[in-house]
């Protein structure tokens, strides 16, 4: 089993930034991939972005593409999401996840195995 918990949502005007954090622990090692995913009220969870845990090879959604960064501390088991040049559409629940397999192949809900319980951010216009 692996766990995993958010941190670091809140409240923020537009224009400005945000940093999730996840730290998993458990059997991390049988992870290869990790994802961001989000959620807006009446809508379904769609991917935002995913590294392998090792570091290096990311994707991104087109919407967040050149606003938000992924990385990985795996030394730390930490996965982080810097979030810029928030908008009011990015307002949603997020939420962390780990997949075992590549993270090419990790781009779709159903790819992850575990997931946080998410952490809300809102962004005001």
């Known amino acids: 089993q692996v766990q995993l918990v958010e941190s670091g949502g809140g409240l923020v005007q537009a224009g400005g930034s945000l940093r999730l954090s996840c730290a998993a622990s458990g059997r991390t090692f049988s992870t290869y991939s990790m994802g961001w995913f989000r959620q807006a009220a009446g809508k379904e969870r769609e991917f935002v972005a995913a590294i392998n845990w090792s570091g290096g090879q990311t994707y991104y959604a087109d919407s967040v593409k050149g606003r938000f960064i992924i990385s990985a501390d795996n030394a730390k088991n930490t996965l982080l999401l810097q979030m810029n040049s928030l908008k009011p559409e990015d307002t949603a629940v997020y939420y962390c996840?780990?997949?075992?397999?590549?993270?090419?192949?990790?781009?779709?809900?159903?790819?992850?195995?575990?997931w946080g319980q998410g952490t809300q951010v809102t962004v005001s216009s």
């Open positions: 996840a780990a997949a075992r397999r590549l993270v090419n192949a990790a781009l779709r809900v159903r790819d992850y195995d575990y």
